[in-house]
T-cell receptor, first 115, second 117 residues
């Protein structure tokens, strides 16, 4: 079974600064996907970024980028130039590439952007 | 606009009652999922379905039941056997693997908050 660990329950950062959220996972699979989802106070889950394990290049989406270290089973999210609208719960998640397509989530990191 | 609709947004249940949460999607997605969210525990998978008339138990299926009679619909029933049903419930859907570049990305509904009185 796959497990996803987020070791930072809460973080805060000043507006415009950069913050990195940590995520580690455990799996015996070689092909899989990793995700970061954002859940703002509205509780709507929003996809932030997606990484395919077979791609060595780290995914980026505007101010959001990941540091994917496959050997270390690490998948951190970096938010640059943080904005007040980034305040949310952030969940790291894992999905096998083939077979049962279940998404396994970590317990989340509550990020607060301070004005 | 395409999306996932969950209803009701808020639901109150007396102990011993069954309740059904609705989830409808018009995204033409094959797979649908139900997750439960409790504080400090992230999202836990209850049931999922990859095709019509077929579904599998997730990690916490006890006390819940589902059906998948139509591609667009995946209702969740919280039965009286569920010991602690008060939680936030999220429905999601996705295109199956390999269908497109969006494959494996889950799209979520706005959620339903169930409170047992």
């Amino acid at each position: 079974a796959q497990t996803v660990t987020q070791s930072q329950p809460e973080m805060s950062v000043q507006e415009a600064e950069t913050v990195t959220l940590s995520c580690t996972y455990d799996t015996s699979e070689n092909n899989y996907y990793l995700f970061w989802y954002k859940q703002p106070p509205s509780r709507q889950m929003i996809l932030v970024i997606r990484q395919e394990a077979y791609k060595q290049q780290n995914a980026t989406e505007n101010r959001f980028s990941v540091n994917f270290q496959k050997a270390a089973k690490s998948f951190s999210l970096k938010i640059s130039d943080s904005q007040l609208g980034d305040t949310a719960m952030y969940f790291c998640a894992f999905m096998k590439a083939f077979g049962n397509e279940k998404l396994t989530f970590g317990t989340g990191t509550r990020l607060t952007i301070i004005p | 606009d395409g999306g996932i609709t969950q209803s009701p947004k808020y639901l109150f249940r007396k102990e011993g009652q069954n309740v059904t949460l609705s989830c409808e999607q018009n995204l033409n997605h094959d797979a649908m999922y139900w997750y439960r969210q409790d504080p400090g525990q992230g999202l836990r998978l209850i049931y999922y379905s990859q095709i019509v008339n077929d579904f599998q138990k997730g990690d916490i299926a006890e006390g819940y039941s589902v059906s998948r009679e139509k591609k667009e619909s995946f209702p969740l029933t919280v039965t009286s056997a569920q010991k602690n049903p008060t939680a936030f419930y999220l429905c999601a859907s996705s295109i199956r693997t390999g269908a497109s570049s969006g494959a494996n990305v889950l799209t979520f509904g706005a959620g339903s908050r169930l409170t047992v009185l």
